[in-house]
């Protein structure tokens, strides 16, 4: 498997290999660019990476996703990531407040299903990682992490 751009991943490039990470050097094209890596020992700890994780709505479907491995196991850390019906779905915005329509219907079918668990893959040397995600996180104004939820949409 050769270099990606974090955007440009698959469910099928996330079952090939569970870690991927963000080699930020002259190898790199930029930095959103990833590449496949198995163990810990294959990269230096202040390398970001990502790692697969199984997403479970509340009507049990499970999907592929990933997490951004890392401490504090936070939602603006981990920015969990799921792919849905060949979609990527994001529940992280960072600065931005989202909406449910940015992904039209098919976020819409997953409203109904909140709260969703994710949970990382075992992967030998990477602690396991596991949340529960009530809807659609941002930072507000005041540095304060808020969560839009589908009850909360009027």
Do not use: H
Not at 27 to 36: G, M, Q
Not at 73 to 94: A, D, H, Q, S
């Amino acid at each position: 498997m050769t270099d990606k751009q974090i955007y440009d991943l698959t469910e099928d490039d996330l079952l090939r290999c569970p870690v991927w990470f963000f080699p930020m050097d002259e190898t790199a094209a930029d930095e959103l660019t990833v590449r496949p890596g198995f163990n810990r020992e294959d990269y230096e700890y202040d390398k970001q990476c990502i790692v697969r994780a199984s997403f479970e709505t509340r009507a049990r479907e499970s999907f592929i996703g990933y997490v951004y491995w890392g401490k504090p196991e936070i939602v603006e850390n981990l920015k969990p990531t799921m792919f849905l019906r060949g979609e990527c779905i994001t529940f992280w915005y960072g600065m931005m407040v989202p909406s449910f329509d940015d992904y039209g219907p098919i976020l819409n079918e997953l409203n109904k299903v909140f709260p969703i668990k994710f949970r990382s893959s075992e992967v030998d040397g990477f602690t396991l990682i596991e949340g529960l995600l009530e809807g659609l996180y941002f930072i507000d104004d005041n540095d304060v992490i808020q969560c839009k939820t589908p009850e909360s949409v009027t």
